[in-house]
């Protein structure tokens, strides 16, 4: 499989998607809930879904596509090229704020990430990667950086996570690393989040509970601009229905992984 020439598909597809998400006039505010009063679902979010499957099932019919608003996570057939796909992530930021939010598509082939892109609809940058020939932010190439202190760092981090359902010794493990860094940033977004790690606009981002579609994209995209993504619990493992993520450059990745893992 050509897959630089996958990855162009792709953002074909993914650009046609998006004139639905960047248009006002087709902005739908047409608002469900899931979970819970806050966990919000737009039509936009299904129609996004349906487009990318349409198209890719038509394109390549052999290939499997899962996706938040479609096919779920599981019996991944191993033969075949999945597609996973976030048709918004950011649903709460499309309603309230109409910024920050992506459309995000990783490829897999045999339990191997080769194809990355993860595009922020408003900002209009696209972050592609192909596994083995780097990570890109609208053309341009993404290099690793330096090393830097962990008291220098910048990091995504959501204040929820501060009074969530976390037991009181992660809670202060995670103040911790809040006062010891130099600022945290949060934009709602698990792939723009992870897309800025890779572009070194952060220097990590941590969640407690990710699904794959939240960072199949990015963990190549990462891994190709020289940083670390794996669960933040010892013990959690990626690609399961709900996991833990740290994304960082190495060697902060590897301080707040041993602080959050009472090394
Ligand atoms: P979504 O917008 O696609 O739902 C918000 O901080 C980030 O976390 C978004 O990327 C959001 O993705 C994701 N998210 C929100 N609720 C979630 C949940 N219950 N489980 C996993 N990820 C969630
Ligand atoms: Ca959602
Ligand atoms: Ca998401
Ligand atoms: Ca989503």
Not at 23 to 35: Q, S, V
Not at 105 to 125: N, P, Q, R, T
Not at 206 to 217: C, H, I, K, T
Not at 226 to 243: V, Y
């Amino acid at each position: 499989m050509d897959w630089t020439a996958l990855k162009d598909q792709a953002i074909a597809f993914i650009s046609e998607a998006a004139h639905r998400l960047y248009d006002p006039a087709l902005r739908n505010l047409d608002i469900d809930t899931k979970e819970d009063a806050d966990d919000l679902v737009t039509a936009n979010d299904f129609a996004v879904q349906h487009f990318l499957s349409d198209k890719i099932k038509q394109a390549y019919p052999s290939h499997f596509v899962i996706g938040e608003e479609g096919e779920q996570y599981k019996n991944i057939p191993d033969h075949t090229i999945t597609w996973i796909i976030d048709p918004i992530d950011g649903t709460t930021n499309y309603v309230h704020q109409y910024m920050n939010f992506a459309i995000s598509i990783g490829i897999y082939y045999k339990g191997e990430g080769k194809v990355g892109i993860i595009y922020d609809v408003m900002a209009d940058e696209m972050f592609t990667a192909v596994k083995g020939e780097g990570a890109y932010l609208n053309g341009k190439k993404l290099y690793p950086r330096k090393s830097i202190d962990f008291s220098r760092a910048i990091i995504g981090f959501n204040a929820r996570w501060l009074v969530g359902s976390a037991g009181p010794k992660t809670k202060e493990v995670f103040a911790g690393m809040v006062r010891d860094v130099r600022a945290t940033r949060s934009y709602g977004s698990a792939s723009l989040e992870l897309a800025y790690v890779a572009a070194g606009r952060l220097d990590a981002y941590v969640s407690m509970r990710l699904a794959p579609w939240d960072y199949a994209a990015a963990a190549i995209m990462i891994s190709e601009a020289g940083g670390e993504c794996t669960p933040l619990f010892d013990g959690d493992e990626l690609f399961t229905e709900s996991c833990s993520v740290l994304a960082g450059e190495k060697h902060v990745h590897e301080e707040m992984f041993a602080r959050c893992n009472g090394q």
